[in-house]
């Protein structure tokens, strides 16, 4: 029954088809979106037109586009696995590793780690100024040494970063030509773990504040009608958190979600008043949303966000490409076609 659809959709998609991709951030767990963006580089008829990233995703689209510019989808998937392995490498001397406990019952989570828990704690009471005053980031020199910043800003595909202004509270979309390696670590800027990102004379924190990712530049700035959502953190828990930890953590996903909810909500609204015999409704009432996410990724905690060992770190790449696959096979005849992800479904109760 799988190769039957495999087969129909290969001969249904044998067109380009172009498409947009919306990455969410979440550290290591962006290993996740790894895996998907290996899986659909493999799909020649799939043409990335502009990808917007937040965090993680950001890092994703960013190494993605610069290898693509490079040379083509084979360099683009060479590329993303470099930059995870080196970020893998660059974590081997990181404080925050697995107990003993949890390596021997094959549990990713930080949570009893000892040095976690330290962390954890600290961040109630110092702040990274305190804790951090040089301001270091590893993935500086990371970025530095995988992206040719003047070629991605050449690049054909299009990028848009999101960050958070802290004096303002609202978001920032960077483009190809503005990207540097300090607007991506602004991107992913925590402000309990780093001193916020200073750009052009202005102070940055995650972009997932404001944007997880930002779907607008993608609707108004690309020519494709489609837009593949990479979800890594999950809407839904079945279980109600009840450990300090579980509860922030909940919090956090509650808080990444809400502005993209939000978003795709407006998108739903505007596709069902807007005016396609203009060209501003035109945009909103032809837009296509697909979405490619995980039930497994909802089992991972807070923690394991910061757990960049090169097991886990394949791990969820492995997941993400059968997450990749289940989506191809089950919405790929979509693509192209119509919406596979309910946006009006959002709509319900509001």
Known sequence: MGDAKSEARKKLNRDICSVDLALQGGGSHGAFTWGVLDRLLEEPWLKIDGISGTSAGAMNAAVLIDGHARGGAEEARAALEAYWRQVSQAALLS????????????????????????????????????????????????????????????????LFVTATNVHTGRGRVFRNADITPEVLLASACLPTLFQAVEIDGQSYWDGGYSGNPTITPLVRECT????????????????????????????????????????LRMIAMLRQVADPGNSEGALWAGMRIHRIASEAMATLGYSSKLNAEWGFLCMLRDEGRRSAESFLEKDGMNVGRQSSFDLDALLEGV
């Not at 549990?107 to 330290?118: C, E, G, H, V």
């Not at 990371?142 to 050449?154: K, Q, V």
């Not at 839904?236 to 808080?255: C, G």
């Open 95 to 158: 404080p925050f590793q697995r107990t003993p406990l949890d390596v021997m019952l094959g549990r990713w989570t930080l949570d009893t780690s000892p040095m976690f828990i330290a962390m954890d704690l600290m961040s109630r009471v110092f702040s990274p100024y305190d804790l951090n005053p040089g301001g270091a980031n590893p993935l500086h020199e990371i970025l530095t040494r995988n992206i040719d910043f003047e070629r991605l800003a050449r690049a054909p595909i299009k």
């Open 224 to 263: 494709s009608k489609d837009t593949i959502l990479v979800q890594i953190n999950p809407i839904e828990r079945s279980e109600i958190p009840q450990s300090a930890r579980d509860i922030l953590n909940r919090l956090n996903e509650v808080s990444f979600n809400a502005v993209l909810m939000k978003e």
